[in-house]
């Protein structure tokens, strides 16, 4: 029977890449982004690889929302294998001190309610069949400090906790939970982001030790073979994809 997957920021970057990736290997995928129109054309492209998708609405920082989006796949595709915890955003790239609480609650809202939301009602489905895996969205600023990014930094951080803690939990039943911790990729997300702050682009290639950004498709890789069983035996781990950037720290 074909497997299913949730893809939250399914309308963009790292969700729509690895949505095409998994849908190579006919995975069933419900896109779920709080942009129609990104969400639609994920979705539309995943069908013309072959593979079944729907597209559902919902903020990830809204748990009414997320108990919907776990339902309607479960109505779509009568389960949940596979789960891309991934919907995000950065922030201005202010200092700290100068940034808004508003701001700060947005972050912390979507990156981590949202992932700690989605893993609370998508690993319960998974749980009653039997198992499943997920992986979380973390980032380079999850495992190291760095200026400009301390509300999304602690997010990040946040994700390796539940990542880990989760396994400690529940690998005896048959979860498998794992975070990728990605460095600057070429996304609308880091674009928008490097567009108001051209000399972070500038520091960031030069600091890559490869001395480019990562590409969606890349990404994408690293997510499907952590989500499939070629990965069986891997579990609670935080694989970083960021050309030795983290490495040189
Ligand atoms: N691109 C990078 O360099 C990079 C590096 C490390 C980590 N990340 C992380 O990867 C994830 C994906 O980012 P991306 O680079 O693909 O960005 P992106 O902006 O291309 O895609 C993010 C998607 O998430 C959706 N989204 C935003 N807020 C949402 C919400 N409240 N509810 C539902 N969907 C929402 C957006 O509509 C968009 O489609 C994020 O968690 C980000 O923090 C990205």
């Known amino acids: 029977m074909s497997k299913a997957a949730i893809i939250t920021g399914g309308g963009s970057g790292l969700g729509k890449a ?33 593979a079944d998708a729907v597209f559902i609405k919902a903020d990830v920082s809204k748990v009414e929302e997320v108990k919907n989006y776990v ?16 919907a995000g955003i950065s922030g201005s790239g202010e200092y700290y001190l100068d940034t808004e609480i508003s701001e700060i609650e947005k972050i912390v809202g979507i990156n981590l309610m949202g992932a700690l939301y989605g893993v609370r009602y998508v690993a319960e489905v998974m749980l009653k069949n039997g198992g499943g895996s997920i992986v979380n969205t973390a980032s380079s600023a999850g495992v190291i400090g760095q200026d400009s990014v301390v509300t999304y930094s602690a997010t990040k951080h946040g994700i ?51 001395k480019r950004l990562g590409t969606p498709e890349e990404v994408a890789e690293l997510v499907a073979f952590l989500l499939t069983s070629k990965a069986q035996y891997i579990n609670g781990e935080v694989i970083r994809i960021d050309g030795g950037f983290t490495n040189t720290k």
């Open 160 to 210: 390796i906790g539940l990542t880990k803690s989760m396994v400690a939990e529940y690998a005896k039943d048959g979860l498998r939970v794992n975070a990728i911790a990605p460095g600057p990729t070429e996304t609308k997300m880091v674009k928008e982001f490097y567009d108001n702050n051209p000399k972070m682009k500038e520091n960031a290639e030069a600091g890559i030790p490869q």
């Open 71 to 86: 339902d309607k796949t479960v109505e779509a595709f009568g389960s949940i294998d596979y789960f891309f915890n991934n």
């Open 18 to 50: 690895t949505a095409l990736r998994l849908a190579e290997e006919a995975v069933n995928i419900a896109v779920v982004d709080i942009d129609e129109e990104g969400g639609n054309e994920t979705v539309d492209l995943v069908k013309k690889e072959g």
